[in-house]
């Protein structure tokens, strides 16, 4: 004779334990898509923000190819412009831009302020010297006494650049800042020419686009790929593994 009772309570039993795995395996599978399509999400804003710099970097470019020149501005000029100064360099007022690199070597940048006729002075980035990894040392240059025109691009300085500890150490600055030159009589505007041409010009290393447009191109693919990749695993694991705990 078969005890009822017995067979009632076995039902329930079972039904709970299954319950409780097909929950475990519903909180997996969100799990799993939650990671994998948060990777997805992560790989497309990438890919979008590195589109956006790459079309920024292109339309920088094309408004560098149609700037016109200005001689001696009286207004700050735009970011980029590029300008003709005439005036006089204050060789005994250079200081060096600290830990640049220019084909591999070592060197710094030199930079002195220019004063035009009307009393205003500008501060040029001449150009690149090498140094040896000897701090104490630094390089002798010739500046040009007199009345000098040079040609450079202008680049407005936003703030001060992040640096640890004081900016100037000696002759040597971290970042460019005009503080050092805040006792010089006249008037300046907050930025630096960045010399491409006239005398007392260095070797040039210093450039208005950092990294290529194709460069960002580049990475927007490889996010872009990133976040195929990562509905392609989703998927494949979803069949293999959830699609089997189904079955």
Not at 219 to 234: F, I, K, P
């Amino acid at each position: 004779m078969v005890d009822s009772g017995h067979l009632v309570q076995g039902k329930p039993g079972g039904s709970s334990k299954q319950d409780a795995a097909r929950v475990k395996s519903g909180k997996s599978l969100f799990i799993w898509w939650v990671f994998w399509l948060a990777l997805m999400a992560l790989g497309l804003l990438l890919s979008n923000w590195q589109w956006q710099r790459a079309a920024e970097k292109q339309d920088l470019e094309e408004r560098l190819a149609e700037v016109s020149q200005t001689t001696n501005p009286q207004v700050e000029p735009e970011p980029h412009s590029l300008l003709v100064l005439e005036g006089e360099f204050l060789a005994e007022r250079t200081l060096w831009l600290d830990n640049r690199i220019l084909d591999g070597q070592l060197g710094v940048a030199a930079l002195t302020p220019l004063v035009t006729e009307t009393g205003r002075w500008w501060l040029v980035q001449r150009g690149f010297e090498p140094t040896p990894v000897d701090r104490s040392y630094l390089p002798s240059i010739e500046t040009p006494a007199g009345q000098v025109e040079i040609e450079g691009r202008w680049q407005q300085l936003q703030g001060q650049a992040l640096v640890f500890g004081d900016n100037r150490e000696g002759d040597r600055l971290q970042s460019i800042s005009l503080e050092p030159w805040a006792d010089l009589p006249g008037s300046s505007f907050a930025g630096v020419v960045h010399q491409l041409e006239g005398e007392g010009k260095l070797r040039s290393w210093w450039k208005p686009n950092q990294m290529p447009v194709e460069r960002h191109q580049g990475y927007a693919v490889q996010w872009l790929l990133l976040a195929s990749l990562a509905l392609v695993m989703a998927v494949i694991g979803h069949r293999r593994w959830f699609g089997e705990k189904k079955v």
